[in-house]
């Protein structure tokens, strides 16, 4: 099981290299979520749909992590039912960046200051990350069981 979760963590983190290391033409700006620095959309409003601000969170955390817009569709926004300041989003290559840009899911949680990716990658995500990854080195939170259940997902073990 220690070791199930490691090579979770593992992949996790080599999908979020993999997407930064093939998306990635142009030099990283200061702030990326490889710092630990989490990237944040603005809080929404009234008058901003949570799919919208989901949208701008995404986008944000994207390009803090050089990844340009015009390489990938975000598919499927779905806030969750149990805990409505947490959703779930898919993203996809475009039609021209499938040699280049791997798909995956991850998370995003409405907080003081906004919306903003707590995890993304193609399996497990949103599970406790297992020493030695060091985690610092992504921007990750474990999301709430009964959230990840709403959602049909679960964590190893």
């Given at each position: 099981m220690h070791g199930r979760?490691?090579?979770t963590a593992t992949l996790v983190i080599a999908a979020l290299v993999g997407a930064l290391t093939l998306g990635?033409?142009?030099?990283?700006?200061?702030?990326s979520?490889?710092?630990?620095?989490?990237?944040?959309?603005?809080?929404?409003?009234?008058?901003?749909?949570?799919?919208?601000?989901?949208?701008?969170?995404?986008?944000?955390y994207s390009t803090a992590a050089g990844i340009e817009q015009g390489n990938y569709e975000i598919t499927d926004i779905d806030v969750s039912s149990v805990d409505p300041t947490w959703a779930q989003f898919s993203i996809g290559p475009t039609?021209?960046?499938?040699?280049?840009?791997?798909?995956?899911?991850?998370?995003?949680?409405?907080?003081?200051?906004?919306?903003?990716?707590?995890?993304?990658?193609?399996?497990d995500v949103g599970c406790p990350l297992t020493p030695p990854t060091n985690a610092s080195a992504v921007t990750y939170v474990m999301v709430p069981p009964a959230v990840l259940s709403g959602f049909g997902k679960s964590c190893p073990g």
């Amino acid at each position: 099981m220690h070791g199930r979760a490691r090579r979770t963590a593992t992949l996790v983190i080599a999908a979020l290299v993999g997407a930064l290391t093939l998306g990635a033409c142009s030099s990283s700006p200061s702030t990326s979520p490889g710092t630990g620095t989490s990237t944040t959309a603005p809080a929404s409003t009234s008058t901003t749909s949570p799919k919208a601000a989901i949208t701008a969170a995404i986008v944000t955390y994207s390009t803090a992590a050089g990844i340009e817009q015009g390489n990938y569709e975000i598919t499927d926004i779905d806030v969750s039912s149990v805990d409505p300041t947490w959703a779930q989003f898919s993203i996809g290559p475009t039609s021209t960046d499938q040699a280049t840009f791997q798909g995956g899911y991850g998370f995003v949680h409405l907080d003081a200051s906004g919306w903003r990716v707590t995890g993304i990658g193609t399996a497990d995500v949103g599970c406790p990350l297992t020493p030695p990854t060091n985690a610092s080195a992504v921007t990750y939170v474990m999301v709430p069981p009964a959230v990840l259940s709403g959602f049909g997902k679960s964590c190893p073990g």
